[in-house]
Every structure is written in structure tokens, then in C-alpha cells.
């Protein structure tokens, strides 16, 4: 299905972590998710910058491990992707989760987001993981959401 897709893609690095996936993974990630064309920037950040885009825009004073904007919803879908280096490597040690599994699930999940998914009520959010689940399997991680 996603292969008729279209992506444009622009991953920028701006964290000194040492362990961040390559341009071509997250391309692969992206692609899989893909419902429709989109066209997205894709910034690795720091806890700083992190922290301050989530104050900015959604009001609450902490780095969170991924934010999506959408700012043109129709096709191709426009957008941006802030993915929070040093939260993602801290969740998926708390998690025991290897990095670039955890990586992985955090793109699928900001690209769904970009294509309309949402987790507001608990149907949404259970057609969302489904939909995680089944590509993370398909790309050959653990499920994203067992408990360990």
C-alpha cells in the first residue's frame, strides 16, 4: 500500500547524541507509515530545544520524546516532526527497549499523526496502537506497547 506513496523527507541532526538512527532508517519508517503523499522535516533535538518547543507550543515545561505539527492537512500532508534525542534514549533504557526500536515506533507514531491519526479518546487510541503494532511487526520490532 505505502509504496504509492510519495515522501519528501528532510531529517536535520541537531544533538550531540552519539547513537541516532541514519537518514535512510528513518526514511524506511516513514514509508511504511505512509496512508497518502507527505512532505516533512524530521529534527533530532536536545533536551533544550526539546523542552522549549513543548513550552512554546503546547504549554507544558518539559521535553517530551516526539511533537508533530500539521500545517497543511490536505494532500500532499505538510508537516514537521521534533523527535527528542536524550528522552528517546531515556525512555527506551526505562522501557528496556533496544534504541532503535523505540526510534522506530516514535516515527511511525509522529507520521500517523501527520496522516490524522490521534490518541484523544480510547477507540482513536486503540485504532492508533493497532496500527503501530502491525507496522512495527511488518518492519520486524517487538510490539510497542507490551508491558514489561
Known amino acids: ?3 504509492a506513496h510519495e515522501l519528501s523527507l528532510s ?5 550531540a547524541a552519539k547513537k541516532m538512527p541514519t537518514r535512510q532508517q528513518f526514511r524506511r ?3 511504511a507509515a505512509l496512508e497518502q503523499d507527505v512532505q516533512m522535516a524530521l529534527r533530532i533535538v ?3 530545544e526539546g523542552r522549549e518547543l513543548n513550552r512554546s507550543y503546547r504549554g507544558k515545561d518539559y521535553a517530551t520524546n516526539v511533537l508533530t505539527f500539521v500545517y497543511d492537512d490536505t494532500s500532499p500532508i505538510y508537516g514537521d516532526v521534533v ?5 528517546v534514549a531515556r525512555e527506551a533504557r526505562e522501557q528496556g527497549k533496544e ?11 509522529a507520521a500517523l499523526h501527520l496522516q490524522g491519526y490521534d490518541h484523544e479518546n480510547r ?3 486503540e485504532e492508533m496502537e ?19
Open 1 to 3: 500500500m505505502s509504496e
Open 11 to 15: 531529517v536535520q541532526y541537531a544533538s
Open 29 to 31: 519508517w516513514v514509508k
Open 46 to 48: 536536545n533536551e533544550a
Open 83 to 87: 523527535i527528542c534525542a536524550p528522552v
Open 99 to 109: 534504541l532503535l526500536a523505540h526510534y522506530a515506533h516514535l516515527t511511525i507514531h
Open 123 to 125: 477507540r482513536d487510541a
Open 130 to 148: 493497532a496500527r503501530e503494532t502491525a507496522l512495527m511487526l511488518k518492519l520486524r520490532y517487538p510490539a510497542p506497547y507490551l508491558i514489561r
